[in-house]
T-cell receptor, first 116, second 113 residues
Framework: GAVVSQHPSWVICKSGTSVKIECRSL??????MFWYRQFPKQSLMLMAT?????????EQGVEKDKFLINHASLTLSTLTVTSAHPEDSSFYIC????????????FGNGTRLTVT | EDQVTQSPEALRLQEGESSSLNCSYT??????LFWYRQDPGKGPEFLFT???AGEEKEKERLKATLTKKESFLHITAPKPEDSATYLC??????????????FGTGTRLQVTL
């Protein structure tokens, strides 16, 4: 149980275009989803927290107009990287927590974004 | 501010050579301490949650323990397939389901034949 599916697993896009990444909880309802960014050989950097039906909360230094997050249902959250630039190239990982506050986070398998 | 420090940064073991990974933490009221395993190019895989000092959890060759200041992940007779980065994270009380995890930078474990 507790499977989180993230799609696509990798994407290459041209500078200036937008890319949407989907994160789905397959067998549980996710009250809260978290979006992380990870640089090579570094730990996870939290970008934003989203609750179903409400606006996402962004961490300091993360541009909310660049990284649009939508959490439309209890099983789906999306991250859209708008007007992508090469410096946005990274590994993006979503995670989801069930409806109990002490539930662990379950992670998707990440999306490798390369902006050319 | 919550902090998590993991050591060593990297560890190389021979198959069958047991060892321990350390996770030291400071948190304003611990709700839970989590261990994850991350393979290259993949998302972290949940291993254990520990909630209070003295608690222990086991899964195959892995055993996690918790004190008021640190957690250890003991690996007994490791195999090459145990090679991965092991991440420790803490969750503070408060904030409901939106409460964040604070992650350490991980220990990269390599197990050789």
């Amino acid at each position: 149980g507790a499977v989180v599916s993230q799609h696509p697993s990798w994407v290459i896009c041209k500078s200036g275009t937008s890319v949407k990444i989907e994160c789905r909880s397959l067998d549980f309802q996710a009250t809260t989803m978290f979006w992380y960014r990870q640089f090579p050989k570094q730990s996870l950097m939290l970008m934003a927290t989203s609750n179903e039906g409400s606006k996402a909360t962004y961490e300091q230094g993360v541009e909310k107009d660049k990284f649009l997050i939508n959490h439309a249902s209890l099983t789906l959250s999306t991250l859209t990287v708008t007007s992508a630039h090469p410096e946005d190239s990274s590994f993006y990982i979503c995670s989801a927590r069930g409806q109990l506050v002490w539930s662990p986070l379950h992670f998707g398998n990440g999306t490798r974004l390369t902006v050319t | 501010e919550d902090q998590v420090t993991q050591s060593p940064e990297a560890l190389r073991l021979q198959e069958g050579e047991s060892s321990s990974l350390n996770c030291s933490y400071t948190v304003s009221g611990l709700r839970g301490l989590f261990w994850y395993r991350q393979d290259p190019g993949k998302g972290p895989e949940f291993l254990f949650t520990l909630y209070s000092a003295g608690e222990e959890k086991e899964k195959e060759r892995l055993k996690a323990t918790l004190t008021k200041k640190e957690s250890f992940l003991h690996i007994t007779a490791p195999k090459p397939e145990d090679s991965a980065t092991y991440l420790c994270a803490v969750q503070a009380r408060g904030g409901g389901t939106a409460s964040k995890l604070t992650f350490g930078t991980g220990t990269r474990l390599q197990v050789t034949l």
